[in-house]
């Protein structure tokens, strides 16, 4: 069984950065993806990431439109963790962040469908005060 724990959330001004962190315990894992929940919505893609034999070693990346530029989502499947780093917040950024896991690489055609994944963390919640 496979447990997902993410840290690093927490509260920070608009135009601020936080970093968070997510570690897999359990088993390899071949794609990682954060999605994320504000208030009153629905769970939304945010970034992911997935490790082919074909692809690059750092492993292809795909972000939402709405992050793109400002978020960085880097890992090490071998070490079995995943980080989000988030610069140039914004309040609609405020949200619970959850850190998702499937154990093989992922087209990236499918990265933001969350049925895709397995396992998912608790979530931490990041809050960006205007």
């Known amino acids: 069984q496979v447990q997902l724990v993410e840290s690093g959330g927490g509260l920070v001004q608009a135009g601020g950065s936080l970093r968070l962190s997510c570690t897999a315990s359990?088993?390899?894992?071949?794609?990682f993806g954060w999605f994320r929940q504000a208030p009153g919505k629905e769970r939304e893609f945010t970034a992911a990431?997935?490790?082919?034999?074909?692809?690059?070693?750092?492993?292809?990346?795909r972000y939402a439109d709405s992050v793109k530029g400002r978020f960085t989502i880097s890992g090490d499947n071998a070490k079995r963790m995943v980080y989000l780093e988030m610069n140039s917040l914004e309040s609609e950024d405020t949200a619970v962040y959850y850190c998702?896991?499937?154990?093989?690489?992922?087209?990236?055609?499918?990265?933001?469908?969350?049925?895709?994944?397995?396992?998912w963390g608790q979530g931490t919640r990041v809050t960006v005060s205007s």
């Open positions: 990431v997935t490790w082919t034999l074909s692809g690059a070693s750092g492993g292809t990346t």
């Open positions: 998702a896991a499937v154990a093989v690489p992922l087209s990236p055609h499918v990265l933001a469908l969350p049925f895709q994944y397995t396992y």
């Open positions: 359990g088993r390899t894992i071949g794609t």
